[in-house]
Every structure is written in C-alpha cells, then in structure tokens.
Nanobody, 124 residues
Framework: QVQLVESGGGLVQAGGSLRLSCAAS????????MGWFRQAPGKGREFVSV????????VYADSVKGRFTISRDNGKNTVYLQMNSLNAEDTAHYYC?????????????????WGQGTQVTVSS
C-alpha cells in the first residue's frame, strides 16, 4: 500500500521560506516521478512542480518559477519542495503525489497516489 506523508508546512511571514518534505513508502520510489500540488480555499487543485524519477528533469508552474525548488533523495524515499520569497498567494494546502510513470508530467490525472497534505499560510 502506497503512503505519502507530507510535513514542513506552517505559518510564515511574506518574504519568508519553508521547506516541505514528503516521505513515501509502499512503492519503488526511484521509479516514479513525484509532484507537488496545492489547493487554496474555494479553488481547484493546481500543479506546482514535478521531478522525474532520477531527478534530472524538473518542471515548475509559472507562478512559482524562480522561487521554489523541487528535489528528491531516492535513498530516503523523500521529495522536497524548498519555497522561498513566499507571498500571500502561496497560501494553500500542499499535496505531494506519485505519478503513474517516471516522467515529469503535470496533469492531475497522471498521478495515482496522494498524501493528506500540509497547510502553508503566508501572512502579509
């Protein structure tokens, strides 16, 4: 059974930083791409970033490009999202998900397992 557990969320002032982690189990972690998504109140879940199986390819949403960095440690079955220069528009519940393949895909339907998420709140 695949399990994804996110951590690292919290309350931060605008301009600050947070690092999210997602620990995975129940699947050969290094074979699959890992993504981060977020959902703000009253809005749909949106793509934030993805990293392919080896870590050699990453994709970012335009809204976070240059501020967020995704990385993975296949030895620890963990994916990270370093978030810098946070602003109020980044306030959301953040989810990690495992893709159906090793490729860096961005569509929600390309992901089959999701964590419970972690809340990020940015105060202005």
């Amino acid at each position: 059974q695949v399990q994804l557990v996110e951590s690292g969320g919290g309350l931060v002032q605008a301009g600050g930083s947070l690092r999210l982690s997602c620990a995975a189990s129940g699947r050969t972690f290094s074979s699959y791409a890992m993504g981060w998504f977020r959902q703000a109140p009253g809005k749909g879940r949106e793509f934030v970033s993805v990293i392919n199986w080896s870590g050699s390819n990453t994709v970012y949403a335009d809204s976070v490009k240059g501020r967020f960095t995704i990385s993975r440690d296949n030895g620890k079955n963990t994916v990270y999202l370093q978030m810098n220069s946070l602003n109020a528009e980044d306030t959301a519940h953040y989810y990690c998900a495992t893709a159906r393949s090793g490729w860096a895909v961005t569509a929600l339907h390309e992901y089959d397992y999701w964590g419970q998420g972690t809340q990020v709140t940015v105060s202005s």
